[in-house]
């Protein structure tokens, strides 16, 4: 097995072309990708509304961490580097 | 089982059954749609509105040749209307820059391009046409803009010899995403079948090539892969089950769970042209008959798989056991197995007298080519 490649933190995730949000309001909070959808809860919908070429890692993280201050801070992120591999896995992020 | 229990994901659209290919594996019916009984603008127009309703998300455009519809343009752009997710599923041909680039304006998200080979001569051979190095071109100019490419190449024991080429010319280009796709046995495919089915050490190898590739590739190039069933211990949760998750409609507005559903005797299929979508998905006797699990006969019955394969496929059923009601041939469990093992021990043969014959060039080969509709 390949070793898994964490994200940077100073690199900005972007979605990839064709992965975009739902539009179809009878669906809402999904992510769409090719032949592909994942269903997002609360958190993972803060992750990839961030992901727009914008926000560092390191950016999202703080964020995240603000908005969930029941939340362990290590486990918010450690939670959102593990989300972030598994959208470019998908090949769902381009890092920028 | 209620049908308000299940949900249509995604809308299988097959524009039309005009294509300037002939392959020789197309999973297209053996009788093809004139052109003069594909839908209209408008009529498309109302289904993809009604498929949103219903939470369809993604509408996949296909044929038959997409490209053939003069509309694919306002078409693409019906569904984005309606908020789905729009695919397009293409040999290329014939695309040029200008049009394709009204196609990304109306909101097409992906674009999926189907390859027959590495190269141009097998490719040609399968496709019955020469548009391998248009296909190239195509993919250099998909690039270029902002929505995802899958490469899709159509694999089969004519062509699993050049898996490593096709990997490489996949990474070459650098989509998104690849897809190694077996033929599967329907259409045009199971016409052809006896040339077409790989040997068990012949999909072993391709399979760890395959899987080599996946983990190479892995974050760059997400890489898929369909094998033939006929190889399988257990069966295939065909289109994630019968009318659960799926709607398909034909050039002439049939609504159908399956593209191959027309092959068993007795289906009716109620028209987009006459009912609404949510009407047919909900009452129409074809959607009815083999959703969730009272049909189902022993084996499957009492499986614990029931729930993950549904059966799996009901059409493949009907081509081996003549009933569509059977468990899935292709299972171990089927009292069926049998008409699988034999079909493959017969390819054997084929294949032993193919060997024989060395001198014999490919365009020799005797192939169903499936023809273009008027």
């Given amino acids: 097995m390949a070793p898994t490649v964490l994200p940077d933190p100073e690199k900005r995730p972007r979605l990839a072309p064709g992965c975009r949000l739902a539009e179809n309001a009878q669906q809402p909070r999904a992510l769409q990708m090719p032949e592909r959808v994942l269903q997002l809860n609360g958190p993972s919908l803060e992750i990839v509304q961030r992901c727009d070429g914008k926000h560092t890692v390191r950016e999202i993280i703080l964020d995240l961490q603000q908005i969930y201050t029941k939340t362990d801070p290590l486990k918010v992120e450690q939670d959102i580097l593990e989300y972030l591999t598994l959208l470019q896995e998908q090949r769902a992020l381009d890092f920028e | 089982m209620n049908a308000r229990s299940f949900h249509p994901l995604a809308l299988i659209a097959e524009l039309t059954h005009r294509c300037p290919l002939h392959c020789v594996y197309c ?10 009984v594909e839908l209209p603008t408008d009529t498309w127009v109302r289904v993809l509105r009604e498929a949103a309703e219903l939470g369809v998300m993604q509408a996949d455009f296909t044929g038959g ?37 009204e196609i990304v304006g109306a909101g097409l998200d992906h674009l999926q391009l189907s390859f027959q080979g590495a190269e141009e001569e097998s490719a040609s051979e399968y496709s019955g046409t020469r548009t391998h190095a248009q296909k190239l071109r ?34 070459e280009i650098g989509p998104q995403r690849v897809e190694f796709a077996h033929v599967q046995y329907y259409g045009w495919a199971f016409a052809n079948r006896p040339r077409l089915l790989p040997t068990r050490m012949q999909l072993d190898r391709s399979l760890a090539t395959l899987k080599k590739a996946e983990e190479r590739l892995r974050g760059r190039i997400r890489v898929e892969y369909v094998l033939p069933d006929y190889y399988s211990k257990f069966p295939k949760a065909c289109m994630g089950g019968w009318g659960r998750k799926v709607m398909l409609v034909t050039p002439r507005g049939d609504a159908m769970p399956c593209h191959a559903a027309n092959v068993i005797p007795g289906m009716k299929f109620e028209n987009v042209q006459t009912q609404s979508l949510r009407r047919i998905w909900d009452n129409s006797p074809a959607f009815q008959k083999f959703r969730g699990e009272d049909w189902m006969p022993e084996p499957c019955r009492s499986c614990d798989r029931r729930a993950q394969d549904f059966g799996g496929c009901r059409c493949q059923a009907f081509l081996m056991a003549k009933d569509a009601a059977a468990t899935d041939p292709v299972c171990s469990l089927s009292p069926h197995r049998g008409f699988v093992d034999s079909i493959i021990l017969e ?28």
């Avoid at chain 2, 999973?27 to 003069?36: C, T, V, Y």
């Avoid at chain 2, 343009?73 to 908020?83: N, T």
């Avoid at chain 2, 803009?145 to 024991?157: D, E, G, K, Q, S």
């Fill in chain 2, 27 to 36: 999973s297209n019916p053996l009788e093809l749609a004139r052109r003069e």
């Fill in chain 2, 65 to 101: 040749e997409p490209l053939a519809r003069p509309d694919l343009v306002e078409i693409i752009r019906a569904a984005r209307g309606a908020g789905l997710y729009a695919s397009l599923i293409t040999s290329g041909i014939p695309l040029d820059e200008k049009r394709f680039e």
């Fill in chain 2, 138 to 171: 195509v993919a250099g100019c998909v690039k270029r803009y902002r929505i995802a490419l899958t490469l899709n190449f159509v694999m089969h024991r004519g062509n699993l010899g050049q898996l490593e080429e096709m990997i490489a010319l996949a990474e």
């Fill in chain 2, 347 to 374: 390819e054997g043969r084929e294949i032993s007298r193919e060997i024989k014959t060395p001198a014999m060039p490919p365009s020799k080969v005797e192939w169903f080519y499936r023809p273009n509709p008027a």
